[in-house]
């Protein structure tokens, strides 16, 4: 069976992020003419010269030696006979680790096997389908798949709403932050009367109070922690935004600009994330085809709170210095540039071996059930998924198990995906994955917005609904999201500016990072707290955190197809809200999550110093105040064998050194007089720089 998509980037109808000119075949099964390996991704419009190849474990030491392991070290050869045959037929030039070498963490990047796949770049005269067809039937191979273009198709000229300039009275907005547009944030604190009619107009529908995240109530409890990294996997954030800028991670051993890798991660100049597109540490957003979709997704989750500036981000702290969660931008879209396989897939691995917890995605496929004009469904199983987007997988199973840390507040990571606009009755992939957190999107009124998708082919079980505005059925500018943008991409602005501002989108994927605004928000309390949970534990409290919306699944409800683009003369359609029962999911609820942290349900556990492993003359150090809850600091320390390492403390910081190679026991006792003990292990580097 054969089957095309598009990808898409999830704004509504009105400012779509579509992708893919070239569609796409995939072929569920194609094991070549012995059997040897899968080939799979077979599109119609491939990128040219180029293919991902996954090797069997058996000839990852032959990988090795062949000296490629570095960003910098690729070679045209693979130092296996029967692959380079294939190569010097198809005039290959470069062969090379998809992941570049990061020494912190090689060890659990071979464990996963992500060290196994390769990219191959050839002639591109050189027919691809042939190429890939001989390098399945080898039987050092066992994956083959297509890299392609994921592009962007949208109307560029379509740009944000411009924030109102009326501010209006809403005596119940949060009384502690004093930015001067969280009233217009319905989103966070919905009273009911945000879509109220100005002197003069009239009102066709009126929100409804208390369909929101419920920030106002969880904010009396935490507003965010520096130590909570969500990475924004879109176009590039605006990371010198008036209300963005303090709360960007910062890569503090990179420099802007350097062409030098200072941290060893494999990237150089990364330091507030990494541009995929360039393949370079600057971040950019000004192009005159971005629209600032990035920029209003990461305001969601972080813009500065309480600097008497612009909005809010449901986890942008309190106005303190270093007091909100901090976003890492994964530049995968940039002006007219295509992505590929290849940067989303070296964007996902680099957010998990670089400190994120979170995966904040408003993109994906078009939905398998999608019925729109010039859309081509997509998949429409998580098995057609999985098997068919091999590396893609691959790579979100390591963020899912190796992000975080298993000592920390989050052991592995949590994927949080929009469903997307297709005004379908099933979510796109990924995002309708089993294992990953899919969001529709609601309007002030706590009805479906018409654009959202909705349901999974498994069953409903990870789809959560929060606000994403609605245009459509309310036409009313003020039922959009508001939030951070570049002022070139609010629609009546000078498309040379490049400064601040703040603007209106809707769509799921305004939807999304409302839940993953809320999740770090549910983080940084837990590190409050100093609990730790696992992923797969988080995220069931995470969507059991949620109130009903079926009361407003009855009848039908009007709206007004594209109004965002034709105004009133937009045509007047109903949809059937019986049908989206049991589909949306609850809506997610800040202050029932942090309720739901306050107790000891859903796996929770306190914090503890972990086991340390350092190698011969390295050191280890940990700061014990973010185990230790407030109060509490360090006392005296033991080791059982101090010939294999040495241990000190100065203040609340636990210092480690590695003497010999072997394991001893050891143990702090606090000032409360309770004793943890732990282990230490010494090991040898190895040749590749891992232990």
């Not at 790579?395 to 997307?420: H, K, S, T």
């Amino acid at each position: 069976m054969k089957r095309k998509y598009i990808l898409s980037t999830l704004l509504s109808a009105s400012l779509l992020f579509s992708c893919n000119d070239s569609e796409m075949i995939i072929s569920e099964s194609n094991n070549g003419d012995n059997g040897n390996s899968a080939l799979v991704n077979v599109p119609e419009d491939v990128v040219n010269g180029e293919l991902f190849v996954k090797f069997k474990p058996e000839v990852g030491e032959i990988l090795d030696n062949a000296g490629i392991l570095s960003r910098g070290g690729s070679a045209s050869r693979s130092s296996i006979p029967s692959v380079d045959e294939v190569l010097d037929i198809a005039g290959a030039y470069k062969f090379e680790r998809v992941f570049p070498v990061d020494k912190r963490n090689e060890s659990r990047t071979r464990e996963s096997g992500l060290n196994l796949w390769y990219l191959v770049k050839f002639d591109e005269n050189v027919d691809v389908r042939k190429v890939a067809q001989d390098m399945s039937k080898l039987a050092e191979v066992a994956t083959v798949q297509y890299n392609r273009e994921i592009k962007r198709s949208y109307d560029t000229s379509k740009k944000a709403r411009a924030a109102t300039p009326v501010v209006m009275s809403r005596a119940g907005v949060y009384e502690g932050f004093n930015d001067p547009k969280l009233n217009l944030q319905w989103g966070y604190y919905n009273d009911g009367t945000i879509l109220n009619p100005e002197p003069g107009e009239v009102a066709t529908v009126l929100a409804v109070e208390g369909y929101d995240v419920n920030c106002k109530e969880a904010w009396e409890k935490c507003t965010g922690d520096p130590s909570i990294i969500v990475a924004v996997m879109d176009e590039g954030v605006m990371y010198n935004h008036e209300d963005l800028k303090a709360n960007m991670w910062t890569n503090s051993l990179e420099e802007l600009g350097s062409d030098e890798d200072k941290d060893g991660n494999g990237y150089a100049g990364d330091v507030h994330g990494y541009n995929f597109v360039t393949d370079c540490g600057i971040i950019t957003y000004s192009n005159i085809e971005d629209v600032g979709h990035g920029t209003h997704v990461a305001g969601t989750i972080a813009a500065v709170n309480n600097n008497a500036t612009g909005v809010c981000g449901i986890a942008g702290g309190n106005g303190q210095p270093n007091s909100g969660v901090k976003i890492m931008s994964l530049q995968i879209f940039a002006g007219s540039a295509g992505s590929t396989f290849l940067m989303e897939a070296k964007a996902v691995k680099y957010a998990a071996d670089n400190g994120a917890v979170i995966l904040q995605c408003s993109w994906g496929y078009n939905s398998g059930l999608a019925n729109m004009n010039n859309y081509v469904p997509g998949f429409t199983s998580d098995d057609q998924w999985a098997e068919s987007c091999v590396l893609e997988k691959d790579v979100m199973e390591y963020f899912m198990r190796y992000a975080g840390d298993p000592n920390g507040v989050i052991e592995g990571g949590l994927i949080i995906f929009a469903a997307g606009n297709e005004y379908a009755p099933m979510a796109a992939y990924p995002g309708a994955y089993k294992d990953f957190i899919c969001v529709s999107s609601i309007g002030p009124d706590g009805t479906p917005a018409p654009y959202s998708n909705y349901g999974t082919p498994s069953g409903n079980h990870n789809m959560i609904a929060a606000p994403g505005g609605d245009g459509e059925g309310t036409r009313n500018g003020k039922g959009l999201i508001l939030s951070t943008i570049p002022t070139f991409a609010v629609d009546g602005e000078d498309p040379t500016a490049n400064e601040s501002s703040y603007g209106y989108m809707e769509g799921t994927s305004m939807a999304c990072p409302h839940v993953s605004g809320v999740a770090a928000l549910g983080l940084s309390y837990a590190a409050k707290l100093r609990k730790h949970y696992r992923a797969e534990d988080f995220k069931e409290m995470l969507l059991n955190s949620v109130k009903s919306i079926e009361d407003n699944l009855t009848g039908t409800k009007s709206y007004w197809y594209g109004w965002s683009v034709y105004g009133e003369s937009a045509p007047h359609m109903s949809m059937n809200l019986s049908g989206y029962r049991g589909m949306m999911g609850g809506l997610i609820d800040a202050k029932i999550l942090l309720d739901n942290i306050d107790g000891d349900n859903y796996g929770a556990q306190p914090m503890k110093i972990p086991n340390v492993y350092v190698g011969v003359d390295e050191k280890y150090t940990l700061d014990l105040s973010t185990i230790y809850k407030e109060g509490i600091t360090a006392g005296s320390y033991d080791i059982v064998d101090s010939n294999i390492a040495s241990v000190a403390i100065d203040g609340n910081i636990l210092q480690v050194k590695g003497s010999a190679v072997g394991t001893t026991k050891a143990s702090v006792t606090d000032s409360n007089g309770n004793t943890q003990e732990f282990i230490i292990t010494v090991r040898k580097s190895s040749g590749n720089g891992w232990m």
